[in-house]
């Protein structure tokens, strides 16, 4: 693969676990300069030690994407340390998924999410606009989900902020075009992640597989339990179950692995053999 990462710089939100994590150490791999921000210090910590033992440049940032002041100063900070931002991957999130009817015990992680979603990527995207149009290029990639493409039982509040970032996403496109490549990312059911300890319901994920419920249930307590079949686990084979973190990590460093003049609008990454119908 041509190499265009090198020597770029990028902020990636969530960088202390899941996707964001393999992202930044991806990118590190190509060369780049990485810088990633998180609530978490030691997830962040971990993160830099792993890059760094690569020989790779790494710079850790504690910040809350639902606080507008905090991801300017993130992005004050990286024109500080390298000079430019490039890209800016998107990618923090929660998944708290639940029926309206469990809008008791619900509500308040339906809020949070509506914070880190929604407001996490204007904030993001506020941070670093004036930067990458001063600068005449820049990419900002941002994380959505298939349960953006439409409402389903029990992922109302959930898809309402994917649905959210997809349109962001497209007026961001339409009012940058030729200066910021926009890239969303639509990943399905990927286990591994954390997302699903954000889960209120675990019978909302009904809405993800539908008519395939029982069998995705049945899926999902073999992988717990180490039986899932080994066809389902063989990504060369077509039923393969679900894709993995890393493959998911992977194709979104392609995407940005491109160059200036090509942009990849839109990404979906299923496993063939996968449940969902969304």
Not at 16 to 41: H, K, N, P, Q, W
């Amino acid at each position: 693969m041509t190499n265009h990462l090198s020597g770029k710089t990028l902020v990636v939100t969530g960088a202390g676990s899941g996707f964001g994590r393999l992202v930044c150490e991806y990118a590190a791999e190509f060369g780049a300069r990485v810088v990633g921000a998180d609530v978490s210090a030691e997830g962040l910590d971990a993160v830099a030690e792993e890059i760094r033992a690569k020989g790779g440049e790494f710079e850790p940032v504690i910040a809350d994407v639902t606080v507008k002041e905090q991801m300017d100063r993130l992005a004050q900070r990286t024109v500080e340390r390298f000079g430019a931002i490039d890209v800016l991957v998107n990618n923090a999130g929660v998944m708290p998924l639940a029926f309206y009817a469990d809008h008791a015990d619900a509500w308040q992680a339906w809020d949070r999410c509506i914070d880190i979603n929604v407001k996490g990527v204007v904030h993001g995207i506020a941070a670093v606009h004036d930067i990458m149009m001063a600068q005449g290029r820049g990419h900002i990639v941002n994380v959505s989900s298939i349960y953006g493409n439409a409402g389903s039982a029990g992922s109302g509040v959930y898809s309402a902020t994917k649905a959210a970032v997809n349109v962001l996403s497209e007026s961001l496109r339409i009012e940058s075009q030729g200066l910021i490549k926009v890239t969303v990312v639509k990943p399905t059911g990927v286990p591994g992640t954390g997302l699903g300890g954000g889960i209120i319901n675990r019978a909302a994920l009904v809405g993800l597989a539908g008519q395939n419920f029982p069998e995705y249930s049945e899926r999902v307590q073999q992988r717990a339990a180490g039986t899932l079949p080994p066809e389902l686990a063989d990504e060369n084979n077509p039923r393969y179950a679900s894709i993995t973190p890393e493959q998911l990590a992977r194709s979104i460093v392609y995407a940005i692995n491109q160059p200036w003049g090509v942009s990849i609008a839109e990404i979906t990454v299923r496993a063939t053999g996968e449940l969902c119908v969304i």
